[in-house]
């Protein structure tokens, strides 16, 4: 399994950025795919999943000014950005759970469910 995420960049507050990734290696349907990030110091943290019906979940610090969203294929999940903010600034990864059965929401803090990760993106904001 193989995800790529791209859209990373730097961008001042109030801005807006759009990151994307891209799942391979897989035949099934996913449960879920999701959005981390983590800032210097600090733990990984969720920031946006969405489940295979489009149902998505935001942390609290994002809601509002993220959007989550996946393609066609189902493999392909994107992270819009708007109205960044200086904590924004984190290295972002990409994920798929493709064996555990869980909600959007309960994704955003069972890490350890998912089955592959990204390299990640870094965004960072000034």
């Known amino acids: 399994v193989q995800l790529v995420e791209s859209g990373g960049g730097s961008v001042q507050a109030g801005g807006s950025l759009r990151l994307s990734c891209v799942a391979s290696g897989y035949t099934h349907s996913s449960y879920v795919m999701g959005w981390f990030r983590q800032a210097p110091g600090k733990a990984r943290e969720g920031v946006a999943t969405?489940?295979?019906?489009?149902?998505?979940s935001y942390a609290a610090s994002v809601k509002g000014r993220f959007t989550i969203s996946q393609g066609n294929n189902k493999r392909t999940i994107y992270l819009q950005m708007n109205d960044v903010k200086p904590e924004d600034t984190a290295m972002y990864y990409c994920?798929?759970?493709?064996?555990?059965?869980?909600?959007?929401?309960?994704?955003?803090?069972?890490?350890?469910?998912?089955?592959?990760w990204g390299q990640g993106t870094q965004v960072t904001v000034s």
């Open positions: 969405i489940d295979a019906d489009g149902r998505p």
């Open positions: 994920a798929v759970d493709l064996w555990v059965s869980m909600t959007a929401l309960q994704a955003l803090t069972h890490q350890n469910a998912f089955t592959a």
